[in-house]
């Protein structure tokens, strides 16, 4: 009985892993080749940082990201088990607590999320868990949309441990969860995928600069200790965290949508090898 037990853990932490495997590596994937290969001259314009960083960046957050779905398989194996023992606040049917509650469910949980990821993420800025542990993701200088899984295995736990949080604390329909997983993939990939797609006052506009943008985490990745935020910039703003020129960088960003200055593609391919260098010394500065 217990060998059975064990096999049967296995075998549900790697059907977890290959499913999560399978949705990010699609996902991630297509958007990788639509901007970074098929469409890349036509939405050049909106590129962040005007170059590409260079293939051992990209096989590097690719072979890291198989890592960490492979971790987060086994602590969704669990999710399920403990789901399945009814240890969880998992409900059912849809409408036990009313639709209300249930569109507020989501929504809670993507606010938690947040406050989660900020706490979490200015721990992994501790000098001992960055230069250990947090340094992995931050050599995506210049993040693709592979970058977003591209975790050191102790980041991955952290990154993961989300949603054992709220599975035990938010009564929640497992519908709830796909929806909330699926946003989080979303938001996740687009904020490190090197574009920019929002338009021109956005960051500083009164109601709309309290949600993130590609530009904040992509500064995040280039200065490291500032724009600490996930999918809003609250915490960012009331802790005063943000990079003291976000809102005049993004706009620069905005602005060369329509400049006659931007590189050609071929010259920022040619400067892919500037992003070791700039790696190597954001690295030294933040040991």
Same mark, same amino acid.
């Given at each position: 009985m217990h060998t059975f037990s064990s096999y049967k853990t296995i075998t549900d932490t790697l059907e977890e892993s290959l499913l999560l495997s399978i949705r990010f590596f699609l996902f991630a994937g297509a958007i990788f080749l639509f901007f970074y290969v098929w469409k890349k001259r036509k939405y050049w314009h909106l590129k962040i940082q005007q170059r590409f960083p260079g293939k051992e960046y990209i096989l590097r957050e690719i072979r890291y990201s198989f890592y960490t779905v492979f971790i987060f398989g086994i602590v969704l194996a669990f999710v399920a088990w403990a789901t399945k023992e009814r240890w969880t606040l998992i409900y059912y049917p849809i409408d036990k607590y009313g639709w209300g509650y249930y569109v507020f469910s989501v929504i809670l949980m993507i606010f938690i999320h947040d406050a989660y990821f900020y706490w979490t993420h200015r721990m992994l800025h501790w000098k001992p868990l960055f230069k250990h542990v947090h340094l992995v993701h931050h050599l995506s200088l210049n993040p693709t949309p592979f970058s977003s899984?591209?975790?050191? @295995?102790?980041?991955?736990?952290?990154? +993961? $441990?989300?949603? @054992?949080? #709220?599975?035990?604390?938010? @009564? %929640? =329909?497992?519908?709830? +969860?796909?929806?909330?997983? $699926? %946003?989080?993939?979303?938001? !996740?990939?687009?904020?490190?995928?090197?574009?920019?797609?929002?338009?021109? $006052?956005?960051?500083?506009?009164? +109601?709309?600069?309290?949600?993130?943008? *590609?530009? /904040?985490? /992509?500064? =995040? =990745?280039?200065?490291?200790?500032?724009? %600490?935020? #996930? %999918?809003? !910039?609250?915490?960012?703003?009331?802790? /005063?965290?943000? =990079?003291?020129?976000? &809102?005049?960088?993004?706009?620069?960003?905005?602005?060369?949508?329509?400049?006659?200055? #931007?590189?050609?593609?071929?010259?920022?391919? *040619?400067?892919? $090898?500037?992003?070791?260098?700039?790696?190597?010394?954001? +690295? &030294? #500065?933040?040991?």
């Open positions: 899984y591209a975790f050191h @295995p102790v980041e991955a736990v952290v990154e +993961i $441990g989300i949603i @054992p949080v #709220l599975i035990f604390t938010v @009564p %929640y =329909h497992v519908s709830a +969860i796909w929806i909330f997983s $699926g %946003y989080t993939l979303v938001m !996740n990939v687009m904020g490190h995928m090197g574009y920019e797609f929002f338009p021109k $006052g956005f960051a500083s506009h009164k +109601i709309f600069k309290w949600h993130n943008t *590609a530009t /904040n985490h /992509n500064m =995040h =990745h280039r200065f490291v200790k500032c724009n %600490y935020g #996930l %999918y809003f !910039n609250i915490w960012d703003r009331l802790l /005063n965290t943000n =990079h003291p020129r976000y &809102e005049e960088i993004y706009e620069e960003v905005i602005a060369q949508r329509s400049s006659k200055i #931007l590189e050609t593609i071929e010259a920022a391919t *040619a400067k892919a $090898g500037d992003d070791e260098m700039e790696a190597e010394t954001a +690295i &030294e #500065l933040n040991r």
